[in-house]
């Protein structure tokens, strides 16, 4: 039995310990070697206590260095910021990368983990929303794969096996619609932060659970589908779906779909690409057909939910609008957690910034980063 070595980055997050449980339950096949985090020295403390992993980083010099004087009865190496990132991502020990951190830090260290052969197990969205074009074709070129962690993309993967690419017709991305699923937008006036942070299936991180209430969240999962699966705009229909069961479908050319059905249970695809193509037996709870007494399928509404029409704007216009689409929202989401703009200002201030950027065709790392800082600045000087 072999011994995987995985580095897991954004470690202290809801992506991040639910594959630290997953490692908790299969010591035999999985050692965790280095952890990274932002700033959550007492969680990071706890891990490093637990997994003994040979390296660890923190986002800023003072939660390293509190983290150094915290575990100094340990043999762990302490690492800082961007740099500590990239060191740990091509330690030759490390097979597999899980890139889990939110936001587009995880640009560069997917990269180098890709130029030193690491396998990607995917769960941070912003990677391929924004430098798609520059990823993909890069994982052509190293022969390096990137193994979806997202409930939906592990879905599209599992359902693609040993079928050809070009026999694909549709994908059929699933939604559970939200808290706020079958509202008018006149209804979602006054929404509170509290309202929004209910989600009706899922227990995930605070920004993730405000875009999956805006349906941005769905936005940036069409982005990821089309870079992933080789897809166009028109190809990937959102199905929102409220039991969320079926976790994506795909159709092809002869009419057949194929779907995957499971629990509301991230740990599922989170070990699907841990050990893929590895199924590894799981004691959790299964699927239950005799208890489940309907599936339920509806169109997503467009004119409430605009966060999700622009998302597809934005990916048929390509070049550095996804970049817009994704700094925007993180911008609007922080501004709405902290109480400064209504909820559903948060897809009228995407849809700005958007409106004012002159798109950049091909762009560079530098570009992509420089056009998100530049659209912080828009959003920091309005709101």
Not at 94 to 99: E, G, H, L, N
Not at 142 to 163: M, R, T
Not at 185 to 190: F, H, S, V
Not at 358 to 381: D, V
């Amino acid at each position: 039995m072999e011994m995987k070595k995985i580095a897991v980055l954004g470690s202290t997050g809801s992506i991040g310990t639910q594959t630290l449980q997953i490692a908790r339950e299969q010591t035999e096949r999985l050692q965790v070697f280095a952890l990274a985090a932002g700033k959550n020295v007492e969680k990071m403390e706890g891990q490093i206590r637990e997994f003994s992993p040979a390296y660890a980083v923190m986002w800023t010099e003072e939660a390293s260095k509190d983290l150094a004087v915290r575990v100094k009865d340990l043999p762990v190496k302490i690492l800082t910021g961007m740099e500590g990132l990239l060191q740990i991502v091509t330690l030759p020990e490390v097979d597999t990368v899980v890139t889990a951190m939110v936001g587009m830090i995880g640009i560069r260290p997917t990269i180098a983990a890709m130029e030193a052969g690491k396998t990607i197990a995917l769960a941070n969205k912003e990677t391929l929303v924004t430098a798609g074009h520059l990823i993909m074709p890069l994982s052509e070129k190293l022969h390096v794969p990137i193994l979806p962690v997202d409930s939906e993309h592990s879905a599209i993967f599992q359902s693609l096996n040993g079928e050809p690419k070009e026999k694909v017709a549709n994908i059929l991305l699933t939604a559970s619609g939200g808290p706020f699923r079958g509202k008018k937008k006149e209804e979602l006036l006054d929404i509170q932060v509290e309202d929004a942070l209910k989600h009706p299936n899922w227990t995930m991180g605070k920004k993730i659970t405000i875009d999956s209430a805006t349906m941005v969240n769905k936005g940036l999962e069409v982005m990821e589908a089309g870079w992933l699966f080789g897809v166009t705009a028109e190809q990937i229909k959102v199905v929102v779906h409220p039991q969320s069961v079926i976790h994506s479908m795909v159709e092809y050319v002869d009419g057949a779909v194929m779907a995957q059905l499971g629990i509301p249970d991230m740990k599922l695809p989170i070990q699907y690409a841990l050990f893929y193509p590895d199924r590894l037996f799981r004691k959790e709870e299964t699927l239950d057909f005799y208890k489940l007494k309907e599936l339920t399928f509806e169109e997503p509404d467009l004119d409430t939910f605009t966060g999700l029409k622009l998302a597809y704007e934005a990916f048929r216009v390509g070049g550095s609008m996804p970049t817009v689409y994704n700094a925007a929202n993180e911008k609007a989401v922080s501004l709405f957690l902290n109480r400064k703009i209504k909820f559903l200002e948060i897809s009228e201030i995407i849809g700005e910034a958007m409106g004012r950027h002159k798109k950049i065709e091909n762009p560079s790392l530098e570009e992509i980063l420089a056009t998100e800082t530049e659209c912080y600045e828009f959003i920091e000087s309005r709101w």
